[in-house]
């Protein structure tokens, strides 16, 4: 009896896997048609045959429409991953690289190379985003070291550098000339459109990386989500675990928004899409989430440039106006416990 339910847990648990599995396939699948649908999409009615073709189609093929897909997919990717890593660590469905005050580090970075370097010194912006989105997340990881790194320490530390830095950054408004102004408050709307090849490049170079440095740590974020205490007694350095991995999700997160700006929700969102699809074991989720943060970036991005074609929707606004459904509805359905 023990031996013939042995091997019927084991099928169900390889039928189990199997389905996660191809819904991952299937979320690649919908991800590579989202993408080639993105190449056809905007004011121009370049098509992908055009890229045979040589002058005006050619350049806005090659040096907007493909850039702004390989962006696209970077940082849906980036920030999706690093909204599941969040969740695990901190074990708060609510949470993402933004709850750190990520987010708010980099916009008063932006801010600042704004006002200092002025609004066309695009590397100004883009290094001062990067250097406050770090300098956010090694002090709330300082401060949680120095008091033990529990999840509310994090989430307060993070609440608290939110704050601070978002009244810098209306100080900076205030203090700021028109121009100024509306240049951080388009920066902080997020846009695609800036993206070059160089950009995608050192952005390439900040999330690439630490993707399979936190794929290979998804048994240990599985074993973190049972409690501190369970997951030391089985082997696990609970404390490291946890610096390590906030400190990958915020260095993707500084890639991703550093050149392209705040685009919200994509953290929280993307890793619930996931876990609805393939569960919550962090082997199948962070790949999921990885595929579905960058699909909805895609989608988001179409929207933007057809709704109100010829105008473009920044992406920034289009991901807040739906995920801020999502988000309500989260709270609604959140139970006592964690999921």
Excluded at 35 to 57: E, K, N, P, Q
Excluded at 119 to 126: D, G, H, T
Aim: hydrophobic residues 60%; positive net charge; aromatic residues 8%.
């Amino acid at each position: 009896m023990e031996a013939s339910e042995a091997k019927a847990g084991i099928e169900a648990y390889g039928a189990l896997t199997g389905r996660r599995s191809a819904r991952i396939a299937a979320l690649g699948a919908l991800l590579s048609l989202a993408a080639l649908f993105s190449l056809v999409v905007g004011s121009s009615s370049t098509g992908i045959m055009d890229v045979l073709r040589v002058g005006l189609d050619g350049v806005i093929f090659w040096e907007l429409r493909v850039p702004r897909v390989i962006m696209g997919l970077l940082v849906g990717s980036g920030l999706a991953v690093g909204g599941a890593v969040t969740q695990a660590v901190l074990r708060n469905p609510l949470a993402s690289p933004f709850t750190l005050g990520v987010a708010s580090g980099a916009g008063f970075g932006a801010a600042l190379g704004i006002v200092l370097a002025g609004a066309i010194a695009k590397w100004a912006v883009a290094g001062g985003a990067f250097s406050f989105a770090l300098i956010t997340a090694l002090f709330i990881l300082g401060v949680a070291r120095m008091k033990s790194a529990t999840p509310e320490t994090l989430v307060l530390a993070g609440v608290a550098i939110m704050f601070l830095f978002s009244a810098g950054t209306s100080l900076l408004q205030f203090l700021g000339t028109e121009q100024q102004i509306q240049s951080i408050v388009f920066w902080s709307f997020g846009n695609l459109s800036r993206a070059s090849w160089t950009d995608i490049l050192i952005a390439a170079g900040m999330i690439l990386p630490a993707l399979p440095a936190l794929f290979l740590r998804a048994w240990d974020l599985n074993l973190l989500l049972a409690g501190d205490e369970m997951a030391a007694s089985l082997g696990v350095r609970v404390e490291r675990l946890r610096l390590t991995a906030l400190l990958l999700a915020a260095l993707m997160t500084a890639g991703a928004i550093c050149f392209t700006g705040v685009i919200g929700f994509i953290g929280l969102v993307g890793p619930h899409v996931a876990r609805l699809m393939v569960g919550g074991d962090h082997r199948f989720l962070l790949p999921a989430s990885a595929l579905s943060g960058a699909l909805l970036v895609l989608v988001s991005d179409c929207l933007g440039r057809t709704l109100f074609a010829p105008h473009m929707v920044p992406i920034g606004i289009v991901t807040a106006f739906l995920g801020v459904p999502f988000f309500f509805g989260l709270l609604m359905r959140r139970k006592r416990e964690f999921w």
